[in-house]
């Protein structure tokens, strides 16, 4: 697999795309590996949404929380993506919020869309993958997403070449990974191939949040539970 | 192992401590299984601190961040804890912000010691179990926490018994995690005990998390990594 390295100079600047209904989980998975990376390295982080209002994670649709449940934290922006900085690396997290009609993401599709010639990388997490997939720029790459929402993320990217069984996938500058808890392996897979001293950084940090990385790309029971074909493998 | 059972009624409502400097996966964790469940069983979630202001996730002291990074979230509560509603579960996160002296946690340890009396269960998460500690309600308790963390969590609690190796440990109604990503397995172990339909709700949500929990609760690759003798097992 062709894997970007680029260790003498690791990203510095995280923007994370916030949107309404997004899983949170999906953000602060990767944000809990670059707090431990932090420790060492300066490193940025840029909570970036159309406006600077907290944004809802509950779903705009009623039918979408059929318990009636107020489990929907609201995060805080801290940059508009109007005065968004410059990146290093762009993060797109999933949730129920990515199959919105293209009119309430318009913000957040353009700002994809602008943001990609001007960052060095694009990550994903969950279903993340398909919100990329609709601006295009996953078209003829080969990504992943979550297996649970395997059929209604594939329907938002045709030309993209799906690939599973993967807990994540890397085309070129774009890393996408399988679903929500694959943000914490991506993340660590990233550091690892970014930093100078990535192994030792991915080994210090997953022992202090007693967590075992996957470290394999290809590990992914889940395709099979969902019954998915092996599909675009290398 | 005393492990309650109460599956014919099901918690509902759940609190979380926020306070400065807390380790947000330690809040994320457990919430991103409360998100899944609230699909099938009704489910509130409150964000309690002191005030309503946003919490900030960064440490007081700056030399806690040497890099002078800027990888700290603010969360946002949606009640005080003087306008808290009854609770089933109090979570209480960990973070480097459990250090702090008395008179900066005064208002968090008043409102634990105030509500542990009033709620079912507690459950902590990571160094979540120090807070706890310093209550003074987990004396002559058995109760884990991070094993990275171990030798300053164990100083803000001589009298309680600390159990290693251990994923998390449950005394009567309050359960405590071992690190961050344990938060994960002690909420999945937490359901798994407490609904009716625990393991069908487990293996499903499991399943979309793309996450294999550690279901043996004295799982624990970490103690003997950083050289904690087994201690205060059944």
């Known amino acids: ?66 318990t009636n449940s107020s489990v929907y934290p609201t995060l805080v922006p801290t940059h508009t993506f109007a005065d968004a900085p410059d990146l290093d690396v762009l993060i797109i997290p999933g949730g129920m919020g990515m199959r919105a009609p293209d009119d309430l993401l318009k913000a957040e599709l353009k700002y994809i869309t602008d943001t990609y010639p001007k960052v060095k990388y694009i990550i994903t997490v969950c279903t993340g993958s398909a919100l990329l997939a609709r601006t295009g720029l996953l078209d003829r790459r080969r990504a992943t997403t979550n297996k649970t929402s395997w059929k209604g993320v594939v329907g938002f ?35 690892k191939a970014m930093y100078p001293d990535g192994q030792a950084l991915v080994d210090n940090w997953a022992k202090s949040i007693e967590y075992v990385p996957h470290e394999d790309s290809s590990w992914d029971p889940f395709s099979a539970m969902n019954g998915i074909p092996t599909q675009n493998q290398l």
Chains 1, 2 share one sequence.
């Open 157 to 191: 990217g045709p030309l993209v070449k799906w690939v599973a069984p993967a807990r994540w996938v890397v085309d070129g500058n774009i890393w996408t990974a399988a679903g929500v808890t694959a943000g914490f392996d991506i993340m660590f897979a990233f550091v």
């Open 1 to 66: 697999m062709a894997q970007p390295v680029n260790a003498t100079t690791p990203p510095r600047n995280y923007g994370v795309l916030l949107y309404r209904a997004l899983d949170f989980q999906d953000v602060f998975g990767p944000l809990e590996v670059l707090y431990g990376i932090s420790n060492t390295h300066q490193t940025n982080l840029f909570l970036l949404a159309e406006t600077l209002d907290p944004v809802s994670t509950q779903p705009r649709m009623a039918e979408m929380n059929p």
